[in-house]
Nanobody, 118 residues
Framework: QVQLVEFGGGLVQPGGSLRLACAASGRTFSMYTMGWFRQAPGKEREFVAAILWTTYYADSVKGRFTISRDNAKSTVYLQMNSLRPEDTAVYYC??????????????WGQGTQVTVSS
């Protein structure tokens, strides 16, 4: 019912920036909490950031990443600055009904690779 498509992954040097986008289907986009997760090689998936009317960030990215949304375009963004090699992961867009949370998301995108390397 809700489909998520992600864009913007790629290769960036340490200290660089990258902007991810996720386009969502549905006429009730503004009522969904949207989140970003990531999974590094050999690691479990981890929460990165989420937004409804307010935002919430993992400690590992706070101050460097910014999540935002454009409800008219049914799109959520993740602006990533001051990137570090440890940020390398597959990044996933997700959606849930209800308040901002770090888990219990109902819909997921296909993931997009972000590689931070010199």
């Amino acid at each position: 019912q809700v489909q998520l498509v992600e864009f913007g992954g790629g290769l960036v040097q340490p200290g660089g920036s990258l902007r991810l986008a996720c386009a969502a289907s549905g006429r009730t986009f503004s009522m969904y909490t949207m989140g970003w997760f990531r999974q590094a090689p050999g690691k479990e998936r981890e929460f990165v950031a989420a937004i409804l009317w307010t935002t919430y960030y993992a400690d590992s990215v706070k101050g460097r990443f910014t999540i935002s949304r454009d409800n008219a375009k049914s799109t959520v963004y993740l602006q990533m600055n001051s990137l570090r090699p440890e940020d390398t992961a597959v990044y996933y867009c997700a959606a849930r009904v209800g308040p901002v949370a770090t888990n219990s998301y109902n819909y997921w995108g296909q993931g997009t690779q972000v590689t931070v390397s010199s």
